[in-house]
Every structure is written in structure tokens, then in C-alpha cells.
């Protein structure tokens, strides 16, 4: 048996229940697995061993009685530190928060423990969690564990390094621009950011969000293969009446035709040539597996989705926005912000109000398109994996940066899945990955169409 901590989420859960090897052992091996290699890349920002092992011991003892252990049953999980967990700083990566103390678990951290998860370690965030690039004043940067002079991405850069180096089977992640997909991309693993409404969070430590994050931000998984993604999508779907936009819908749908679009350069963006290749070769993946797919030149407007997403994310109350990133005194927070703020600063009532107007008719035209092609293939980013830091490398970069990420930011704005799956790597260790993008709570054709891809594809292999 390979060692532990190589194992995949499904494989620790069958192999504990089935009581072939231990919860307790999973968890001495992952936490010395996070000892060797977490000082190098500064993935996981707080530990507690003992807290661990105590969880992996009741773990052990529910099924030495013949109880139900759940089904993620000694699975090492990582959390990250934007989401209230019971006795720990809900930090956001910020030194204002470093004393703030959760006296309960944000549902998503529930539902994790109660499946039996293993809690391994909180992990890094940028400040604010605003950046595709995960640095901060109090916890420091994380590195690329595949290679350590591209991003990890952000914000759950933390998350996907400490899914790629092996510390966590399963890492948990946010999005509400990306911040599940594109660090899932930069690490070389996959990322599922589920539909609005799938899975139930809050944090009680905090202020109730603005609308723009109600209705765009999710709680997703990070993982290694599709299987685990499904494995945790279902364990992290348990409803809450803490979050009262949850929605208890079936995690498997209607079938539907297996029939996909692949679309290269969405709103005419300069998709680099690696990636168009390996959004070509996913699609001859799936017609090989059955599917009929068809290559499209236009998708439904992402640049307008990006336009009206930052105006309910960022134009509520930028002022307040800049005036906390201000006092943080983060680089990275107050380059985000500056460089919208021409959108910001401009948006009305008036102009807040159109935008969700628009939205409803974007997601209209979304939902519309999709009972056509039920699956669509398109880039995650237009660029292959960032240089670390290349958004605070002046305006220019900045703005290379955020038009390259066109492909994940307007799509949280129609409450659609959507799926980062590494597809293989180049030469210097530089990750390659594809979107998929299925109909609301249709997180099931996202990853039926992944597993596809996924078996004619090499198997990933882990950062050493």
C-alpha cells in the first residue's frame, strides 16, 4: 500500500470504514506529511494536532462500535481561514481579525465534521480574499508547491496547495470570482465551485455580507480527482437554516443529451495556445467517450457579466472597501481594488438596481443555451498560470491579469457550476487545466463530463 497520506479521499474513507488501516493512522501520517512540507510553501497557517487526533479517535471509535463514522470518514480536510471554525481566528488574511474567535462552525465546516472529515489545518488567503495571488501582512505567502515561481492562485491558494503537496485529500474552498477555480488551475488539481444555493455557509463571527456577495460568493471543494470532488460536494450539500438560500436539490439530475460546446476564445480573448489545445484535445476525450461536441466562436457575453458582477460586488460600499483595505495596509487589497476604480466609483442606486435587472437576463440567456449543449468547455484563464505577483507589476499587468480571467469572473453572476479540471502539465511543471460549465444544480453533468476527461487523460500526481 502506498504511503497514507498519497491516498485519495475515496480510497481513506473505504480503507477506514472497512477498518483495513485507521482514521488515526491517516492522521499521523498527513500531519507529518504537513510538518515536511508545509514550512516550504506556507499552505496550511494553523495547526492542532492534537485536535486532529482526538477527531480522528472518535472516528475509530464510532465504527469499533458499529456506528456510522459518515461518509468522509478519516479524510484529511483542509479549511480555509475565511469561514468560521469553533475556536479559531476567522482571519480572512487580515491582522485586524487575528483575535477573532468563532464560538461556532460556518455550516460548511459542520457538514464536514459530521461527515467525519479529519480537520488538518486552516489555511492561507490574501487579505480580504480580493487576489488570484495568496498573500497577506499576518500569515505570509503561499507558494506553488508544483512550481514555486507561478501563483498558487487565490484566493484558496492555500486550499489547492495543500491538496497538491498531500497534506489534505479534500481542501475547502470560496469563490466568488474565481477564488475555488483559478488556484485549482495554478496547482495542477481540479475545482468544483457549486451553484448557488447547493451548499449552506455563514459566518456568525461577522456582519451580514452585501448583496453582491450573497448572491455570487459559494463554499466548493478542492481535490485531486473527480471521484473526490463528488465524494465531497456530497458531503458538504447538508442543509442549514442558518443560510436560508439553501436549496435542497437533488445532487443528480435528469438525463440529459451528452452533447457539449467548446468555445476557445470567449469574448474574443487571446486564449494562449497551450490551453486552446488542451480544451481541443478534452473534446476529442469526450466524443471518444460518446459525446457529441461542437466548437462555437461565441458564448453568452462574459465581458457584461464582468462589468455588472464588479458593480454589485465592489460598487456597494466601495468607500468602505478601500477605507478597510487602507487601514490593513495590504498591497494586494488596495491594488485590487484601485484598479476598479472607475466602475466602482461611478455605480448609482440606480445603475445598482439595472445591474440586477441585467442579471436575471444574462442568467436567462445562460440557462437557454445550456438546454442546447447541457456541457461547455472553455478556459478557466486566458493565460496559462500566473508569475507570482504580476498583478502588483504595474497598471498594465494588472489589467493583463484581469482580462485574462474573464472566463471565471462573469459566471458566478448566473448561480451556474462550474468545474477547473487539470488536464496535464508542460515541460517546467506548469499546469494546463479547462472550465466546464453545466446548467444550476447541475454539478452532476459537470462532473460526469470531468470523469470523462479525466480517465483518457494521465493520472495527476503529487507536488514532492
Known amino acids: 500500500m502506498p504511503e497514507l497520506w498519497r491516498l485519495s479521499a475515496q480510497e481513506i474513507a473505504s480503507l477506514v470504514q472497512l477498518r483495513d488501516i485507521s482514521a488515526d493512522e491517516v492522521a499521523q501520517a498527513c500531519l507529518q506529511r504537513l510538518e515536511r512540507v508545509n514550512p516550504a510553501i506556507n499552505a496550511v497557517v494553523e495547526y492542532r494536532p492534537e485536535e486532529t487526533l482526538a477527531q480522528a479517535r472518535e472516528v475509530d471509535r464510532k465504527l469499533a462500535a458499529g456506528e456510522d463514522a459518515g461518509p468522509l470518514a478519516g479524510v484529511p480536510v483542509s479549511i480555509k481561514v475565511n469561514v468560521d471554525q469553533t475556536g479559531y481566528a476567522t482571519t480572512n488574511g487580515l491582522k485586524g481579525q487575528r483575535h477573532l474567535i468563532a464560538t461556532r462552525d460556518n455550516p460548511v465546516v459542520a457538514s464536514l465534521l459530521q461527515a467525519g472529515a479529519l480537520s488538518i489545518g486552516r489555511t492561507n488567503t490574501p487579505a480580504f480574499s480580493y487576489r488570484w495571488f495568496t498573500s497577506n501582512q499576518l500569515h505570509g505567502a503561499t507558494l506553488n508547491p508544483r512550481n514555486a515561481a507561478l501563483t498558487p492562485g487565490g484566493s484558496s491558494g492555500g ?78 450539500s447538508v442543509g442549514s437554516v442558518d443560510d436560508p438560500w439553501w436549496v435542497p436539490a437533488p445532487l443528480q439530475g435528469p438525463d440529459m443529451p451528452r452533447r457539449a460546446a467548446v468555445c476557445l476564445r470567449p469574448d474574443g480573448i487571446d486564449t494562449a495556445p497551450e490551453i486552446c489545445r488542451a480544451l481541443l484535445e478534452s473534446a476529442d476525450k469526450l466524443r471518444d467517450a460518446g459525446w457529441i461536441v461542437d466548437e462555437v466562436d461565441e458564448l453568452i457575453s462574459l465581458e457584461e457579466a464582468v462589468a455588472i458582477q464588479i458593480a454589485l460586488w465592489m460598487g456597494d460600499g466601495y468607500e468602505k472597501l478601500v477605507a478597510a483595505a487602507q487601514q490593513e495596509g495590504d498591497p494586494g487589497a488596495i491594488a485590487a481594488l484601485a484598479g476598479q476604480k472607475a466602475l466602482a466609483e461611478s455605480v448609482t442606486l440606480a445603475d445598482f438596481s439595472g445591474a440586477l435587472s441585467r442579471r436575471l437576463g444574462i442568467a436567462r440567456q445562460w440557462a437557454q443555451f445550456l438546454q442546447r449543449y447541457p456541457v461547455v468547455l472553455l478556459p478557466v484563464s486566458a493565460s496559462l498560470p500566473f508569475a507570482s505577483d504580476l498583478d502588483l507589476q504595474g497598471e498594465a499587468a494588472y489589467r493583463q491579469v484581469w482580462r485574462a480571467q474573464l472566463p471565471m469572473i462573469g459566471l458566478p453572476l448566473t448561480g451556474l457550476p462550474a468545474l477547473s479540471l487539470c488536464t496535464g502539465y508542460l515541460a517546467d511543471n506548469t499546469p494546463l487545466g479547462i472550465q466546464i460549465v453545466a446548467g444550476r444544480f447541475r454539478e452532476d453533468l459537470c462532473l460526469a463530463a470531468g470523469a470523462d476527461i479525466e480517465a483518457r487523460s494521465p493520472r495527476l500526481p503529487l507536488a514532492e
Open 159 to 236: 486550499a489547492a496547495a495543500s491538496v497538491a503537496a498531500g497534506i489534505a485529500a479534500i481542501g475547502h474552498g470560496t469563490d466568488i470570482a474565481g477564488s475555488i477555480r483559478y488556484p485549482a488551475y495554478a496547482c495542477g488539481v481540479h475545482g468544483l465551485r457549486p451553484s448557488f444555493g447547493r451548499i449552506a455557509a455563514w459566518n456568525a463571527s461577522g456582519a451580514e455580507r452585501t448583496i453582491g456577495g450573497q448572491i455570487m460568493a459559494v463554499s466548493g471543494p478542492i481535490a485531486r480527482s473527480v471521484a473526490d470532488l463528488s465524494l465531497a460536494l456530497r458531503a458538504m
